[in-house]
Every structure is written in C-alpha cells, then in structure tokens.
C-alpha cells in the first residue's frame, strides 16, 4: 500500500505539471493564431481537433521477453527519464509504411554513440545506422536504398546508447516491435484531402496506425506553430494504455507522461517572454 501511495503522488506531481506548462505556454499560442480571412466550415473528421490514439482492432500482441523494454540505467545517473521507444505497451505499434519513422526519448544531457538497430522477428539483421545521441526526442527514418519492409510481417528494433565503449555491459538498450500493415484506400483518399498535419496526425491515430502518426507529428513539431504535436499525441497514448487498468501499462503510462513533462518544460524553457 506505501508503494501505491507514492505511485499515485508521483502520478498527481507529474499530471500538476503538464497542466502548469501547458497553462504557461497557450496564451503564447493562442497570441498567434490568426483566422483565415475566408474561413472553412470544421470538416467531420480531423478539423481543428487533436484526437486521442486509438489502438487497432485486431493488435497483434508483444512477444513476453525483450519488447517495449529499456535494460540498464542512464549513462547519467541523474539524468531524468529512461531510454525509452515512444511506442504503444499494450500491443505492437502499426504502420502502413514500408519504410517507416522509428521514435524514442533519450535523458541523457551529455551526447553518447548511439545505434539504431532493425531485426526480423526472429532475429536476422536487417538495418543498422550509428548516430551520436541528443537530449530528447530523437527519430530515424529508413533510407530509400533499404528493401521495403514486408506488409503482414512484424519486426523488433532496438536503440542502444553506448555508455562506454569499453565496456558493452553498461549499454543502454530499448527495444519495440513494429507492424506493417496494408494501407487503407479509403484512408489513403481521406490523407490525400486533409490539408494539415494535425489533420493527418488525427487520421492516421484514428486508424491505429501508431508510428504513421508520430512521424507526421515529429516532423509538424519541427515548426513552432506544432512544436506540441508530438506530446499531444504522446498524452493521447498514455491514456488509451492507462484504460486498461493492468500494472505494466501503468508504468507505462506514467513513463510516457514523465517523457511529456520533461519535453514540455524543455519546450517551455526555450519559448521566449512575451514583451510587457
């Protein structure tokens, strides 16, 4: 009972500090934001909204040992957060793309060696890229030059952050599963008319399709006027998995959630004062 006390003050620190940033940083957006001079009625689905993941009807399952996982602690030991695949825990992440945008949290402020890693589900290598690691949200896309990755097949991909190269026991290693999926016509001709990465950010989580939205929404978040998309579909997340009331996916939740705290206050930290 003592650890779920802390549990839920941890939750309610975390929840308080959103709500405080997100406060903080809308009067900055809505400062900004202009109507259209001729202005279109909000359409059915997708307009100037920000809907929350839904997951597939038919999600294939993670395999029990070493999926949605992080092994090791930080190379900073007071670095906040975990290594971290920004991915659904309750069943595999989908996409519709044969060469889709992998996402992951790093807390550690110094930069380390840093590899991304592709396997089929069974193992056999596929991709393999070396990055130098950076405070935050990082992604790789897969290069045009890579075979496609097969539609029906599922596959297991890794970050590892090189602590010392030295000594390969102190890697940090975190490890997800992706999905590809066919794509949907009618949500094809659905994208193709939505002028917006909101929009399209709304209709990929709508369909399921995980890493299809946090691409759009990772790079919309490259702008300031987005620069919030991919935490707002990360809090969409955490709570699509904490519904499910089980353990895990609590901690889960509660990861994600500290992730969205941190960048937050990072996001708010770097937003200049308004002049009096």
């Known amino acids: 009972m003592p650890h779920l006390s802390k549990r839920r003050q941890?939750?309610?620190?975390?929840?308080?500090?959103?709500?405080?940033?997100?406060?903080?940083?809308?009067?900055?957006?809505?400062?900004?934001?202009?109507?259209?001079?001729?202005?279109?009625?909000?359409?059915?689905?997708?307009?100037?909204?920000?809907?929350?993941?839904?997951?597939?009807?038919?999600?294939?399952?993670?395999?029990?040992?070493?999926?949605?996982?992080?092994?090791?602690?930080?190379c900073d030991r007071k670095a906040e957060g975990k290594l971290t695949p920004l991915v659904p825990f309750s069943h595999i992440g989908q996409t519709s793309s044969s060469r889709p945008t992998f996402v992951w949290f790093v807390p550690d402020r110094t930069p380390h060696p840093l590899q991304f890693r592709l396997f089929t589900r069974t193992g056999k290598p596929l991709y393999r890229t070396e990055l130098q690691s950076q405070s935050g949200i990082m992604q790789v896309t897969l290069p045009a030059n890579l075979a496609p990755l097969t539609i029906g097949q599922a596959y297991q991909w890794q970050v590892v952050l090189v602590c010392d190269p030295q000594v390969p026991s102190r890697n940090v290693v975190a490890t997800a599963e992706i999905q590809v999926v066919e794509p949907d016509a009618s949500l094809q001709n659905q994208l193709a008319a939505a002028p917006s990465p909101q929009q399209r950010i709304d209709l990929y989580a709508e369909a399921g399709l995980w890493y299809d939205a946090i691409a759009v929404a990772f790079k919309a978040s490259e702008t300031a006027q987005n620069q919030s998309a991919v935490l707002d579909l990360l809090d969409s997340l955490a709570t699509s998995e904490v519904r499910l009331e089980a353990q895990p996916l609590q901690e889960w939740s509660d990861r994600l959630r500290q992730i969205e705290a941190i960048e937050r206050q990072r996001q708010a930290s770097q937003t200049p004062s308004p002049k009096p």
């Open 10 to 74: 941890q939750q309610a620190l975390i929840a308080s500090l959103i709500l405080t940033l997100s406060i903080g940083i809308a009067p900055m957006a809505l400062a900004k934001y202009r109507p259209p001079k001729r202005p279109s009625a909000p359409g059915g689905t997708g307009a100037n909204t920000i809907r929350a993941y839904r997951p597939p009807k038919n999600p294939s399952a993670p395999r029990e040992t070493g999926t949605n996982t992080t092994r090791g602690d930080n």
